[in-house]
């Protein structure tokens, strides 16, 4: 099984129930330098190879520390990026690299929903206008027709639609998320892709938008691939999640398997991070400490990427970039990129020579 | 670093032969005829045609061209159509005059547009920055030109009238070798007139920037430390203050060129300025392209020399 | 309240006219603090009698029968040909051609006014728009043109205004197109700057991911925010374009008489203020009164514009409010 084609599992999936395929996809950013003419000296490998599919109906959590390039890989499925290489298909049909032309009946079924409520919406304009901007940009509704949509769309994420001529500074953050979610759901999309929706939130006011983003996805048959850097937060929303590390994923399993039997050594370090509530649990738990710094995108490790800061990584691991595949006889659609991956009751803590083990309480 | 430089220095390269080969083509475009000119109003066409050619004015377009940077790249600016003199020794005839008229007035006005903007910020809403804001108002607000008349017409007319000691401001040219009180009684008008406007600007420039850099973290650190405020002010406040002051001063030392030409005509000053305007009355176009070119150049350099010590001071920069 | 439901008529959506609130807009803030500035109040009334001045001139000159362009045959001047002073008949005396002081200051204030808002609204188009398409499009456009800017704002502009004027002959258009000419820079690096940073902004990626076109994003999303500086450097801009067009006037490259521009009136008075000071003292007076209300207006707008001093704004309110109702109570006790 080589690495371009797609995974066991997925190649089986009847294309009916895939909305967006990515196959192979590679975004790289040069870097130029140069007196007159710039030339180019090294690349960014933002995304190195992903290939994945998004079920009809379903949410995809994507995970990832910053700069794994979970939002670049968001923006190349949006189409706001173009690829330097491989395929996107959306419901049936390539939209890789499309001329803008060519994309736009694409852009009312594919939406996307920022992480900054601040920054996402003008400040010198009205919400009217912001959340209208989708039905003005593709002549769907105009007047006091469009004034009507809007206003029921405002309702529709829990706004009073009397505030349709405020300013985005007369909200608060999570009413500006709400003002963006607006803005997503007026042409009835069928994607949404959810860039740290509720990163930048009150963790109260965050569990209100996730809420809201459920209770949307029921009544109009959405599919959102939800991005974020907090495990906890996408294990509560999503069907499936795919762990990213370095341009490439590390892990994609549906969301019982991945917490209960996360396979590669990076998704339990991950794991391990996660805050539990509960201080006497919390003590006696394993915690899993990574050495070194993130490798810099530029110039990624040879082999797995991750085999610098693994604690179970071998010679082979140096050599030889692992497999998307199931592992240790996981079933179908549960993938991992590991040569050594964790089994059942392994202890990765144990195995870190110069760190401090875990924290047993000493009493 | 390196790097750096060898980019502006291809820039000022090109920037200099865009302006000389856009000022060659307002030469044709420009009406009028200067070979009759020349020859007189009551020449005969035959001696209008030998002028002509002796000018080379009836070789094709891509030949005067070549001709005009072959000559400018020796230093040749060609001759006046008016007196017979090199365009290169009436404009350095003219340097003399200007440069001791901008010298003068930018130690002038360095001087008490920092003073100034210092005073003021050091004292803000005191009774010396409004002094100040109403001085500044005032200094920018006001025509080069009219200050220069009203000045002339206090100081050295009605002074003159009254006989008070009066400052010459008219009569023959200064000069600062042969009689240096002269000069000076001669020059000071000018002088206050060209800085006062840019006094004015530096003012506000150093007023703001100093209040920006008195509210930093820093300057707190120094106070709690007990330092006297002047220590404070001056010693670490003024410098970082500075650093725009300075950049603009480089930048505006070129492009005040410009108000030189009114003060120089109000007061009868023969420098560049005068220079340009009596040649742009009489068309003299040779001198006309000489003094673009030469200003070019002027500015040119000056812009070059700022940007790289810039880079010297700037780390930001360099790297860039 | 779902959509299906609102949808289908079954619930009352509650959506009949409730009173809509009116979003409190930056603009308008920004107006209400420039009406708390005495100093811009004071200036924009000079303006706009001024303006008023220069539209009626031509109906001031039928009035007063005295033509700006001929001089005045029995009281123009006195039997040594020299100009008369202000006096009853000429409100600001005569110059020394005998025409009227007083009506020849108002046609030079529509020449002035003509030129520096002309000249400005150019300037401020031509900047505006390569400002926005440098910074948007960036690239091999952007390096192109920004070059030009640096080029065209450091070079000395009176020295090649002269030399423009000398080739093409002065005019009242050839003013007005050197002096937008000279000043369209420094507009352009302006927005070019801010766009450079705007363009950035989630809300453009946002409106990008919708569809949105390149123009529609320039125009509908970036410009408003560019809008503020553009302003405040427009209004500062026309004081400047006023003297630059009364300087080049003066040297006699402007605007040339008989049509009266204050710039030509002072050099004209060049010759006859020592024994008529008013010669020099009324268009110098005129001018700089016209300039001093342009820069405050410029300062105040620059003030009301700014955020940041909303706080001293509010202040001051708090502080007129406060003394009103100590006045009050004062009255009752």
Redesign the interface.
Known sequence: MTDTDMTSAEAGRQDDDVLVRVENVVKHFPIKQGIVFKSEVARVHAVDGVSLEVRRGETLGLVGETGCGKSTLARCITGLHPVTSGRITFDGQDITNLPRARMRPFRRDIQMIFQDPYGSLNPRRRVGSIIGDPFAIHGVADGAERKRKVQELMELVGLKPEHYNRFPAEFSGGQRQRIGVARALALRPKLIVCDEPVSALDVSIQAQIINLLEDLQDELGLTYVFIAHDLSVVRHVSDRVAVMYLGRIAEIAEGPDLYGSPRHPYTNALLSAGSIADPEVSAKRERIILVGDVPSPINPPKGCRFHPRCPKAEERCAEEEPALVPRLGDPAGHDAACHFPVEANEHLGHKLGAVEPSSEPTS | MLRFIIRRLLLAVVVMWLVSTGTFLLFFIAPGNPAKTIAGPKAPPQTVEIVKHRLGLDDPVIVQYGHFLGRLLHGDLGYSFFSNASVGSILAGGLQATISLVLGASVLWLVVGVTVGVLSATRARGVMDRAATVFVLGGISMPTFVLGLTLSFIFFFKFEQWGLPYLQAGGPAPDITTDPAFWLNRMILPWITLATVQAATYSRLTRGSLLDVLGEDYIRTARSKGLTERRVIYRHGLRSALTPVLTQFGVDIGALLGGVVVTEQVFGLQGIGQLTLQASTNGDLPVIIGVVLLVAAIVTVANLIVDISYSFLDPRVRLS | ????E?ESGAVD?G?EP?????????WLLAMRRLRQDKASMISLAVIILLVLAALLAPLISKWTGHPFDIGDRRFGLDRDGLPYGPSGRHWFGTDSLGRDVFIRTLYGARVSLLVGVVATAIATVAGVIVGLLSGYYGGPIDTVLA?FID?VL???????A??????L?PSLWVTILVIAFFNWAAMARIVRGQTLSLKE???V?????????DG?IMF??IM??V?APVIVLASLMI?IAI?FE??LS????GIVPPTASWGNM?SDA?RT??VAWWT?VVP?GF??IT??AF??LGDGVRDALDPRTERIFAMKRKKDRKAVEKQEADARA
């Open positions: 309240m779902s959509l299906t609102i959506a959506l409730k009173q809509e609130i009116a979003g409190k807009s930056p070059r080029v450091s070079f000395p502009y009176l020295i090649f002269i030399a423009l004027v000398a080739i002959g902004k989630e809300y990626e946002a409106a990008r991911s919708l569809g949105g076109s529609r509908v999303e408003p925010n809008l004081p003297v009364a300087t003066y040297v006699g490259l002072l060049l203020y020592q020099l110098a001018l700089l300039t001093v820069n405050l």
